[in-house]
């Protein structure tokens, strides 16, 4: 777990004229959770875009592996094993859990990827039980496992995911925190951005913090969980989620 596998060297990238990501560097190691934190607008959630393809560097590096993949295609970065679960629900309503995790994996051929569905939905017992129901009608917590399902037809090396816990039980929430730590100690790497930071401290072994685009603090996420002024400095009103025993 000493091996990097993301570097951000000297990133500056934003939307037009406006800057979010300022000069920020840092590293993740491969086969760990490293949680992104700090107040709303510090510049998370842009960070899992720009690594995914999703936003243009004006300058600097991001390295995967030591190869620099600034300017990568989202495509390009699925086939290097990099998937990315966004916030909020990304499926479509209107197809069954199959129809959507066989779309999930239209870049495998078809044969791969009904070869792999039923390894996936091993994970997820709930949504394997509804294979036949339109995503429409699952639980808020089944589509987000279903989400994450259709990442990991992908077998990826990295999973970046923005706010895993939106919308979800405490319990569902310990379902999504295990599955992610059970894939880390697999050797997934996993980069997450989560407002319920009590928790996602609990199950990451690093955590960075950003302010305005910069990294102001990066340290083992149990010396952070242990630290009595946490609540002040790093999670402005997310202190008041349940955290979830995990």
Known sequence: MTDTCIEFDD?????????????????????????????????????????????????????????????LSPKELLAKGVAFVPQG??????????????????????????????????????????????????????????????????????????EPSIGLSPLVVQDVFRLLRKLASQGTTVLMVEQNVKSALKISDEAIALESGRLVLQKPASDLLADPNIERLFLGGAHAAPAATV
């Open 11 to 71: 990133v500056v990238a934003g939307y037009k004229d406006f800057m979010i990501l300022n000069n920020l560097s840092f590293k993740a190691s491969k086969g760990s959770i490293t949680l992104l934190l700090g107040p709303n607008g510090a510049g998370k959630s842009t960070a899992l875009k720009a690594l995914f393809g999703l936003l243009k560097l004006r300058q600097g590096r991001i390295l995967l592996n030591g190869e620099n993949i600034a300017g």
């Open 89 to 162: 629900r990304n499926l479509f309503g209107q197809l069954t859990v199959w129809q959507n995790l066989e779309l999930g994996g239209i870049t495998l051929g078809m044969k791969t990827t009904h070869e792999r569905i039923p390894e996936v939905l091993e994970f997820f017992p709930r949504v394997k039980e509804r294979m036949n129901s339109m995503a429409s009608a699952l639980s808020g917590g089944e589509q987000k496992q279903l989400e994450i399902g259709r990442a990991l037809l992908l077998r990826p090396k990295v999973i970046l995911i923005d």
